[in-house]
């Protein structure tokens, strides 16, 4: 909506660097006020009309509305939390705060589905006749709450949108169960008057059940950062074509990627040539975290893993290699081939990225196999394989 972008543009200092936890907060601070200011109003309407009128309904859907403004205050509280430094106790910041304020609205989107659910629940088995008298002006007054609880959820949504937040989509979510709700009350008032006593219900069933199906999605991907999870796509992509931007840089693998927030903690291997001075190496490493930590904000460790290609066997050895995996459905990749001379003996050494399906007992045997048909091939060597761990991924 036009008034969002105005808003935004008006109110939030920097509203397009997303990504800074500052700027998040004021999006944050700007949609809880916004609740909590338009749930006290909407609240006072519904509470005037609903004595004036005498009609439980609606005064129990005004504290319904009021129980948001609770919502709203979490919301506030969880990104004032999330923009604060880091500390001597919170040396990475405290960006996941915004995961928790998440997970407590969406556990409050679900009690407010289960509450919806059984007021549904109740007028399918319990049909009564509202009281009130169904009057253009109850009905309008009614509507109009409906279209600015509509217009609050959109705005939720939009900002959601634009910095990308659970938070404040399971925010969304909250407003849109008040209109679901509301809507049932003067649904139900109109259906009453015309004897149809079970239609309201029904689809408050449906509803309700939709509401607390979103609080219970939002929340699984509150808690998947929490516990931490797979880096997505975009990230890593982001970080091999960094690296590879680097003169020296031959490949990268064993990606790890924490997340707090907005910071990001990167460490992962690349791949040089082992006949470049350590000196230049380091320097090379070093380079690629400073672009790596520009590109993505955060810190980034970089580990150089040299390989052996101006070995006189490097191309026979990867060849050999590459074509015994390649039958092998659970093996997806191998790399950081490095080839030592001793002696009379070659040392062959080099890692395997192995489906996340297989368990340690298949990982062993396709160790042991591996290594079985390459000192066959190659007899005077020998040969140590190292399987990447499921937390580091290689693009």
């Not at 196999?369 to 091939?377: D, P, R």
Request: one cysteine or more.
């Amino acid at each position: 909506m036009i008034y969002t972008q105005w808003l935004v543009r008006k109110l939030i200092p920097g509203y397009r660097d997303v990504d800074n936890i500052k700027v998040r907060a004021r999006y944050g601070s700007l949609e809880a006020w916004t609740s909590i200011l338009g749930n006290l109003i909407l609240f006072a309407i519904k509470l005037a009309l609903g004595l004036s009128v005498q009609s439980v309904a609606i005064v129990a859907d005004a504290i319904h509305t009021l129980s948001d403004t609770g919502t709203s205050i979490v919301i506030l509280i969880g990104f004032k939390i999330a923009k604060r430094p880091s500390d001597r106790e919170h040396p990475f910041g405290h960006g996941r705060m915004e995961y928790i304020a998440t997970l407590i609205v969406s556990v409050l989107l679900i009690v407010a589905g289960f509450e919806l659910f059984k007021t549904a629940l109740g007028k399918i088995l319990n049909p009564s006749i509202e009281n009130t008298k169904v009057t253009w002006t109850v009905g309008l007054i009614l509507l109009g709450t409906i279209i600015i609880k509509e217009l609050m959820a959109r705005f939720a949504r939009e900002l959601a949108t634009m910095i990308k937040s659970k938070t404040l989509e399971a925010d969304f979510w909250h407003h849109r169960s008040d209109v679901f709700s509301t809507t049932l009350v003067l649904v139900a008032m109109v259906l009453s008057y015309f004897g149809y006593l079970y239609v309201d219900g029904v689809a408050g069933l449906g509803v309700a059940l939709i509401v607390m199906y979103s609080g219970y999605a939002i929340a699984r991907e509150a808690i998947s950062p929490l516990l931490g999870e797979k880096p997505d796509a975009k990230i890593l992509d982001e970080i091999k074509s960094t690296a590879m931007q680097v003169p020296g840089v031959l490949g990268i693998h064993d990606v790890i990627v924490h997340r707090y927030g907005q910071v990001n903690l990167v460490s992962l291997h690349i791949e040089v040539s082992d006949a470049e001075p350590i000196i230049k190496l380091h320097d090379t490493s070093e380079l690629v975290e400073e672009k790596i930590e520009k590109k993505l904000g955060g810190s980034a460790v970089v580990h150089i893993d040299p390989l052996s290609k101006n070995h006189p066997r490097y191309q026979e050895i990867h060849d050999l290699i590459e074509q015994l995996i390649e039958p092998n459905e659970q093996i997806l990749s191998f790399h950081d081939l490095r080839i030592i001379d001793e002696g009379q003996k070659i040392n062959v050494s080099f890692d395997i990225t192995v489906n996340q399906t297989a368990g340690d007992q298949q990982i062993a045997a396709i160790k042991q196999q591996l290594c079985s048909k390459i000192t066959k091939k190659i007899p005077p060597a020998t040969v140590s394989i190292k399987p990447e761990p499921p937390y580091a991924y290689t693009r």
